[in-house]
């Protein structure tokens, strides 16, 4: 499994902007994906986006047009840039790569809160 390591979350403003990162302790450039996940408190962990084979990209509808998914291969970094954040988006964000042979690997998920 590789090891992953997510930040950049923390306290913003309505409307303000984030950007998660997910550093990589391997390549990831044969990862069949790469995934953010959310997690509110009392709720399950959902899905927020995924990107496979670092090319198709799909969002839970609730982010889509706000929030985009991108990796870096050469850094073994995967993003995602959150804008026009709403308070319903405050959770914990957990970084997902799944490899070609199945396996999964989650971070220790960074803290997102979206209040004035």
């Known amino acids: 499994q590789v090891q992953l390591v997510e930040s950049g979350g923390g306290l913003v403003q309505p409307g303000g902007s984030l950007r998660l990162s997910c550093a990589a302790s391997?390549?990831?450039?044969?990862?069949?994906?790469m995934g953010w996940y959310r997690q509110a408190p009392g709720k399950q962990r959902e899905l927020v986006a995924t990107?496979?084979?670092?090319?198709?990209?799909n969002y839970a509808d609730s982010v889509k047009g706000r929030f985009t998914i991108s990796r870096d291969s050469a850094k073994n970094t995967g993003y995602l840039q959150m804008n026009s954040l709403k308070p319903e988006n405050t959770a914990v964000y957990y970084c997902?790569?799944?490899?070609?042979?199945?396996?999964?690997?989650w971070g220790q998920g960074t803290q997102v809160t979206v209040s004035a």
């Open positions: 391997r390549s990831i450039f044969n990862a069949f994906s």
């Open positions: 990107i496979i084979s670092g090319i198709i990209t």
């Open positions: 997902n790569v799944q490899s070609g042979a199945g396996t999964s690997s």
